[in-house]
């Protein structure tokens, strides 16, 4: 069961967040922890705190990650991968771009 916590971030102050843990990320996916850190670490699923950041040494989602991780999850399992199209530039002076998947939230970035 996802838990409510009170955290201060840097740029927006002090705010109240639900939080899901490892365990329940991975059994919303139908993944172990391993698998979904594979994932993670593989840039296929994003996350709200890197284990090195909380005391449970754990990946931690907040409701917009867990939300897009099952929409990205479930567009890998039905299309076998992202389907990127050019969004915008991030740097038009240097051409570096945004693409944004077809079908899910995931971006990638040149």
């Known amino acids: 069961m996802p838990e ?4 201060k971030y840097y740029f927006g102050g002090w705010k109240s967040v639900v939080v899901y843990s490892e365990q329940e990320m991975a059994a919303a996916l139908g993944l172990t922890r391993v698998e979904l850190r594979t994932a993670i670490e593989a840039g296929k699923l ?3 705190a890197h284990p090195s950041s909380n005391a449970l040494r754990e990946y931690q989602f907040n409701q917009g990650a867990y939300s897009d991780n099952l929409d990205r ?3 890998l399992k ?9 969004d915008h530039y991030y740097d038009k002076r240097l051409g570096k771009a945004v693409y944004k998947c077809r079908y899910c939230p995931a971006e990638k970035f040149d």
Not at 4 to 7: D, E
Not at 79 to 84: D, E, M, S, V, Y
């Open 78 to 86: 039905k299309r076998g991968a992202h389907q990127f199209e050019f």
């Open 4 to 7: 409510i916590v009170t955290q």
């Open 46 to 48: 994003c996350y709200h």
């Open 73 to 75: 999850w479930s567009c």
